[in-house]
């Protein structure tokens, strides 16, 4: 299992460096809200060969937009592009899933696509995320997570127990996928975290404290290195 910090800026990005994936977002813009290229680039420049990663928006099924912020990322440095389903429709979720996958493995076929839709889905009204693995997989997608879409300071773990997770995380192995779990996750959910065995755990929130909105603390990311590891 490996750690993702998210850090929103090239101050706090410092202070992540160790963690096993850098992920570069900006909180202000939603669950999954997008970063400047240029913030991107810095960040990839100082992780060196650590695998950067990027959020590119909550989206509504626009697969244009998304294809073209996707293709943004890749170019501007991202190991990992990520984007959130922030509708509820299948065939336009295929659509929108298909473009993403395109737009970044014709160019750069070595990186990675993450697929990620809401444990919260039920009261956002969009697309589970059991709905959205088969056709992350079968477009050629990397990864399928799961995160908070509303971040109103509950967890994953409000939304889906252990055992709903770990079916889902069955369910990607059984279709070639990795997974990626986060959503306002806490230093107490390491545990069980550990026994669903996601490929990768995100997180923003523990490691500023309890809020995402402030800063990341070196210390707090230094604890969740030596707890997941």
């Known amino acids: 299992m490996k750690l993702l910090v998210s850090p929103s800026s090239i101050d706090e990005a410092k202070f992540c460096l160790d963690a096993d994936i850098i992920d570069v977002k900006r909180p202000a813009e939603g669950s999954l809200?997008?970063?400047?290229?240029?913030?991107?680039?810095?960040?990839?420049k100082?992780?060196?060969e650590k695998p950067v990663s990027a959020a590119i928006g909550d989206y509504n099924p626009t697969p244009g937009n998304a294809?073209?912020?996707a293709y943004g990322a890749a170019c501007a440095g991202a190991d990992f592009v990520k984007i959130g389903l922030m509708f509820k429709d299948k065939e336009s979720a295929k659509e929108v899933i298909e473009a993403v996958v395109r737009a970044v493995k014709e160019p750069f076929p070595e990186k990675t696509v993450v697929i990620a839709g809401y444990s919260d889905y039920e009261r956002l009204g969009t697309i589970s995320p059991f709905d959205i693995s088969p056709l992350a997989a079968a477009a050629g997608a990397d990864f399928s997570m799961i995160d908070t879409g509303m971040?109103?300071?509950k967890s994953t773990f409000e939304f889906m127990d252990a055992e709903t997770l770990t079916k889902f995380t069955e369910l990607n192995r059984s279709l070639g996928l990795g997974t990626a779990l986060a959503?306002?996750?806490k230093f107490e959910d390491i545990p069980v975290l550990k026994q669903i065995n996601p490929e990768i755990i995100g997180v923003r929130g523990m490691v500023c404290g309890g809020d995402r909105t402030t800063m990341v603390q070196e210390e707090l990311v230094r604890k969740a290195i030596e707890m997941v590891h």
Request: charged share 20%; proline share 4%.
């Open 46 to 48: 100082m992780a060196g």
């Open 33 to 44: 809200g997008a970063n400047f290229p240029w913030v991107i680039r810095e960040i990839k």
């Open 151 to 153: 971040k109103d300071g």
């Open 67 to 69: 294809a073209l912020a």
């Open 183 to 185: 959503g306002s996750l």
